[in-house]
């Protein structure tokens, strides 16, 4: 539940994840064709990591196989843009991956 205080310290802020503490993140889903093998998902994800993910102080939280979905936030306190969703959509289309799909852009610890 967020409590929408008006005198909050730095610390409880900060505690809290709110005002300039805000975190916003997104959802990405994308598939690989059904005859891709292991060892070109671990290619694709290093290349993702390296291409993508770092150059862009990004974090990336997911899981699967042949069908991938997780979370992108940035990798210190901040906030995702518009901009980090469309770099992210473009490589994962331009590389290969399926059924892409990217959310909106919301505040990863009070999404509702």
């Not at 290349?47 to 992108?72: K, Q, T, Y």
């Not at 995702?80 to 994962?92: M, P, Y």
Request: with cysteine; hydrophobic share 40%.
């Amino acid at each position: 539940m967020k409590f929408e205080a008006k005198n909050r310290s730095q610390r409880l802020r900060k505690k809290l994840r709110v005002d300039e503490f805000q975190e916003l993140g997104f959802d990405v889903a994308w598939k690989f064709a059904d005859d891709t093998d292991s060892e070109a998902i671990d290619t694709f994800l290093n290349r993702f990591f390296d291409e993508v993910i770092d150059p862009n102080e990004l974090g990336f939280g997911g899981e699967g196989d042949l069908i991938w979905h997780g979370l992108i936030c940035t990798q210190q306190i901040g906030k995702c843009t518009q901009e980090h969703r469309d770099i992210v959509e473009k490589w994962l289309k331009d590389n290969g991956a399926t059924t892409v799909t990217v959310s909106e852009l919301y505040d990863v610890w009070w999404a509702e």
